[in-house]
């Protein structure tokens, strides 16, 4: 059999008890020879243990331990010098060298300024369109100081052009128009109200290029057609056309391109109360009307209209479904007058709403680099490639996704033609027909959140001349980007180009080395307190040493700027080295204490005091042997003292004089722990047993039980109490055993005896007298017999009072006298009864009423009504006098079916042929009730209920189909019952004022169930509506509601709908009123105000 090798001790550390029995034996050693040795000075400054090594934390009891104190080679801390370097740098503040642009290549995004993510989209959309591009470069530098809005537009695209930054700042040019940062506006109004306030401000420009850019790109033109059925004349509104800057198609119903412009240029008939007035005919004739491409641009944009409105809600919704569209467009068929050649269109841009809120959402774009063919995404400032695909090279995404592969018929690729193109559309006329077809495979996506998409026509790129910028002056390589695309930047942008460029690259030069330097001076502070560390242990009882402050050799290990050496925290009053302090301080070697006050490195520790190792405190020693001896001999002492206590607890007979202390004082003393010096809690062992007169307290009082002690205890307890409170002579009062009590607190002691037997004679008499009315069970009563009515509250507080009995005796309070009672209950003005009697039902053959302990009142027999007048100060003559009697209900509605019936009328059933069925019995009072007046009382507290606010009520979401017995009743539901076995339960804090919508978004909220599929109830009765409120609805404070799910409509997030209530209480239907936009004052007066 083998042994395995033990390693339990290995590093086992000592206990503390252990070190402190070792110092006090070397106390007593040094009490006895009165003197201290070497030995014993090593012995409990504890120098003679040995080095640690490997301990994962710092030994407090070790002067010798230096572990602990840095973290391992490799590892870390949360704060400080030894702290992970990457989080070190990140207190340095951002990089910016991380929004640096990877390459020439790759195009930078736009900074979100809060909700400006569809101006980036439009603008990304435009900036990539070589042509506008080349077009807003051309602007004389004289026209964009007059238009403040062209100038921050050129200069956003030369920052896109050519800063080395990977996103730029939006914010000028978002605030030269005047735009509000934080609202969401549509994407497609932007772009509309964009095109024509840039149209403006190009109208002042003389470069023929610049001047009608927009129109020579965007624009193309349409006319409504309508023609007469009969005569089959156009009307003479059908010639004249209209200017389109993008074609806004349905899309509801429809799942592609084709079918969205197919709907778009149909034909509708008009006919019926529609028909159409022609002049030719002179009469009202049936019609058609149609929309007629008449020229197409260059670009050519399509709007995609995925919002709807619901007449139903007035509410607009997002369209979500599918949409397919194709890579390559042929629009010749499109035209009102066909093309001798076909047009072809290629996708350029696909601008993306993402989010299914109408007035919220994301918009990003997916745009194609017409130099290279690659698509990218523009996420605000974040730019991705796409590579050849609109959504991405393999694609698997379930919404956005090459659907199908169609084969269209069109002419072979032909050669550029001056004559396609002229000015801002493609004039039907100067086409001819290419004799010759291919046949070329299109591709086609799909998508459910393409807002708008933007294709380029073909031979708009290939053909004619391509324009170029000339670079005013000789551009330096690194300067900036390196003109791409064949387009280069005016001078004026240029140079504020370079010094943008010149700055950001300095910033991140400057960051580079400050990060260094940082990082420098991190590792030589780690080199310097490992180095230290190192050489800090004593290794031998012969090498000179010197003491240190554990806190502050902490801070400094720990801290990257350290403070000067500071050892006053381990100095007594004498200026010496104690040896209590020993669990706070280290022994370190002359070189390490050399280290630390000369210079390492870059750092300078001054400071002190010096303590060299024959710096101990010799009288802090003396003071601390003589304390050690005075605590031995108070313990040994109170050992012997306890032992007597206990006798005296346990009831030995004791000889000798005897002293009175407190029992509970005395039982408390024996539980406490065995302590070196006396406390405060050995004070006042006779203080309760001391009455307020200066003698001893009669035995009777309550806390005043004691215990006779023997002579030796209490001079043991006197001589401490007095040690603790010497002030204090009233706490220790001597009470020798014949002390008599108290003359006067026994006095009064025997007058309160005398009360309570009295009184506990009166409430067994009142038990016995009213025996039913303490029990609280219902008495029975009969038809033509006098009764009386009291406060079911009063006599509920009457059984509290006489059923009290132990410690409940002093909260029960004793009831008020009848007569304000019974005056109470009658109105002022008529002196009738101001509360209806109680409800009288049949159980058993027996007539019982409920009784409320809360509220109402309370039939009582004319005996009890006596014995309470003569014993609480009634008067007999003016009770409520109550007497039942039975009427003829032949028309009366019965309440329930438990109505009351007298034995005598049920056994006489089959005489009288049922006649009993008829008659039910009523309670005849004196006085009358005051119908009048409770009826104002109940109004009044009615409107109360109704009027309440932030009270809460509880509603649970019931899984099955019928709630459990004690919601259909209304119970309550504790607070603290969250989870049940039936659902969920929740308290929400409603008002009397809350409407029920407003209830069920706490709800949607609360339990996931959307608005419109909450059946609401309370109790058996089901809440409609959304507009009335919780008071209209009798929903009261504390009410317990419930509510299932009818699973009927799709669940969707809250976070539409609170967006889509929001946006119409702020009026979104606004849009872009009251900036630069919409705004008919030119631009050049308000110059002035967009450059500020």
Request: glycine fraction near 6%.
């Amino acid at each position: 059999m083998s042994h395995r090798p033990t390693t339990r001790s290995k590093n086992k550390r000592h206990k503390p008890d252990d070190d402190a029995r070792a110092t006090s034996e070397i106390f007593r050693k040094v009490h006895l020879a009165g003197q201290v040795s070497t030995g014993d000075v090593n012995q409990l400054y504890m120098i003679w243990k040995p080095v640690c090594q490997g301990c994962r934390v710092n030994t407090k009891d070790n002067p010798n331990c230096f572990c602990g104190l840095i973290p391992p080679p490799n590892g870390s801390r949360k704060s400080g010098l030894w702290q992970k370097t990457s989080e070190i740098v990140l207190t340095l503040g951002p990089d910016p060298s991380d929004d640096l642009r990877a390459s020439t290549d790759s195009p930078a995004g736009l900074t979100n300024l809060g909700a400006t993510c569809y101006a980036n989209s439009i603008l990304q959309c435009l900036y990539m369109n070589k042509s506008f591009r080349e077009g807003v470069f051309s602007v004389e530098l004289e026209v964009l100081k007059e238009q403040p809005v062209l100038d921050q537009l050129s200069r956003l695209f030369a920052q896109l052009h050519a800063s080395k930054m990977a996103f730029v700042d939006s914010a000028p040019f978002i605030k030269a128009l005047e735009l509000d940062n934080g609202v969401q506006q549509d994407s497609h109004e932007f772009l509309t109200l964009l095109f024509s306030l840039l149209e403006q401000c190009l109208s002042h420009s003389k470069v023929s290029k610049a001047k009608t850019i927009v129109q020579d790109l965007f624009c193309g033109r349409v006319s409504h057609v309508t023609m007469c059925s009969k005569c089959g004349k156009e009307s003479d509104a059908s010639s004249k056309t209209e200017d389109f800057y993008g074609l806004e198609l349905n899309i509801k119903g429809l799942k592609s391109l084709d079918e969205s412009l197919d709907d778009y240029l149909g034909v509708e008939d008009l006919q019926g109360d529609n028909q159409y007035y022609c002049e030719s005919c002179g009469t009202r004739v049936d019609a058609t009307r149609s929309i007629k491409l008449r020229s197409l641009p260059a670009v050519l944009n399509f709007q995609l209209k995925r919002c709807v409105f619901i007449p139903k809600t007035t509410t607009k919704k997002k369209i979500t479904s599918p949409f397919c569209f194709p890579r390559e467009l042929d629009m010749a068929r499109r035209l009102s007058e066909h093309p001798q050649l076909e047009l072809i269109y290629d996708l350029s841009a696909v601008l993306i709403h993402k989010g299914s809120a109408v007035n919220s959402g994301h918009y990003i774009a997916h745009i194609k680099d017409e130099s290279t063919g690659q698509w990218w995404e523009f996420d605000d400032e974040h730019v991705s490639n796409l590579g050849r695909h609109p959504f991405g090279e393999g694609s698997s995404n379930s919404v956005v996704k090459a659907v199908q592969t169609e084969t269209v018929d069109h002419p072979s690729c032909f050669e550029p033609m001056a004559a396609v193109v002229t000015g801002n559309h493609s004039d039907v006329g100067q086409l001819q027909l290419s004799e010759s077809n291919v046949v070329s495979h299109v591709e086609t996506f799909s998508s459910s959140d393409a807002y708008m998409l933007m294709y380029i026509l073909r031979h708009s790129k290939n053909g004619g001349e391509k324009a170029h910028i000339e670079f005013g002056g000789n551009m330096e390589k690194g300067d900036v980007v390196s003109p791409k695309n064949d387009i280069s930047l005016p001078i004026h942008l240029c140079e504020e180009l370079k010094q943008l460029n010149a700055s950001y690259l300095d910033a991140c030069q400057q960051y580079k080395l400050r990060k260094e330097l940082e990082l420098n001076c991190i590792m030589e502070r780690r080199q310097e307190v490992r180095s230290v560390l190192s050489e800090a242990p004593v290794q031998s009882l012969g090498e000179t040493y010197f003491w240190i402050s554990t806190d502050w050799l902490r801070q400094w290990a720990d801290n990257i700027t350290p403070s000067v050496i500071d050892n006053t925290s381990i100095q007594c009053l004498h200026g010496k080295v104690p040896v209590s302090k020993i669990s706070s301080m280290k022994r370190m070697t002359a070189k390490a204490w050399t280290m630390l006050l000369s210079k390492v490195s870059m750092c300078v520790y001054d400071g002190g005091p010096k303590l060299a190792q024959d710096d101990y405190c010799y009288d802090c020693l003396i003071e601390g042997v003589r304390t050690m001896v005075c605590a031995d001999s108070y313990r040994d002492r109170r050992t012997s003292m306890k032992e007597l206590a206990e006798a005296v607890v346990a009831g030995n007979c004791l000889d000798g004089t005897l002293y009175y202390v407190s029992k509970a004082w005395l039982h408390q003393w024996l539980r406490r722990k065995n302590i070196d010096s006396p406390c405060e809690a050995d004070a006042g062992p006779t203080a309760s047993i001391r009455c307020s007169h200066g003698e001893l307290v009669p035995e009777q009082a309550t806390g005043a039980r004691r215990l006779l002690v023997p002579e030796s205890l209490w001079l043991f307890f006197y001589e401490t109490a007095n040690a603790v409170k010497p002030d204090d002579p009233l706490g220790c009062s001597t009470f020798p055993s014949d002390s008599e009590p108290c003359a006067l607190c026994s006095m009064e002691l025997t007058e309160v005896a005398c009360s309570d037997n009295n009184l506990r004679e009166f409430k067994l008499k009142q038990r016995q007298d009213h025996e039913k009315l303490a029990s609280g069970k219902s008495i029975a009563v009969y038809p033509y017999c006098k009764y009386y009515m009291l406060p079911s509250s009063w006599l509920s507080k009457w059984r509290s009072y006489i059923t009290a009995s132990g410690k409940n005796v002093s909260s029960a309070v004793e009831p008020e006298t009848l007569k304000s009672v019974i005056a109470s209950l009658k109105c002022e003005k008529h002196s009738r009864l101001l509360e209806r009697p109680p409800d009288l039902i049949c159980k058993r053959n027996m007539i019982l009423q409920r009784v409320s302990t809360i509220d109402g009142l309370t039939i009582i027999t004319e005996n009890d009504w006596k014995l309470f007048c003569k014993d609480w100060g009634g008067m007999g003559e003016e009770g409520i006098s109550a007497e039942i009697e039975y009427i003829n209900s032949d028309n009366v509605i019965w309440p329930c079916e438990e109505m009351p019936i007298s034995e005598e009328h049920l056994n006489s059933h089959n005489e009288a042929n049922g006649e009993a069925e008829h008659k039910r019995p009523l309670i005849k009072t004196c006085p009358e009730i005051c119908e009048d007046c409770i009826g104002e009382r109940e109004s009044c507290e009615l409107m109360r209920k109704l009027n309440y606010s932030n009270e809460d009520i509880c509603v649970c979401f019931v899984h099955g189909k019928e709630p459990p017995r004690s919601i259909l009743e209304g119970c309550r539901i504790s607070k603290r019952s969250r989870k049940t076995t039936f659902g969920d339960t929740i308290n929400l804090n409603v008002s009397g004022s809350t409407s029920i919508y407003q209830l069920k978004m706490m709800i949607w909220e609360s339990f996931g169930v959307v608005k419109e599929n909450q059946i609401l109830h309370k109790g058996s009765r089901i809440i409609d509506g959304e507009s009335a409120t919780l008071a209209d609805v009798n929903v009261f404070p504390g009410d317990t509601l419930w509510v299932t799910d009818s699973e009927i409509h799709e669940n969707r997030d809250i976070a539409d709908e609170l967006s889509d209530q929001k946006m119409e209480v702020q009026q979104s239907e606004e849009g872009f009123r009251g900036t630069l936009l919409t705004s008919t004052i030119s631009s050049q007066i308000v110059s002035e105000a967009c450059l500020q």
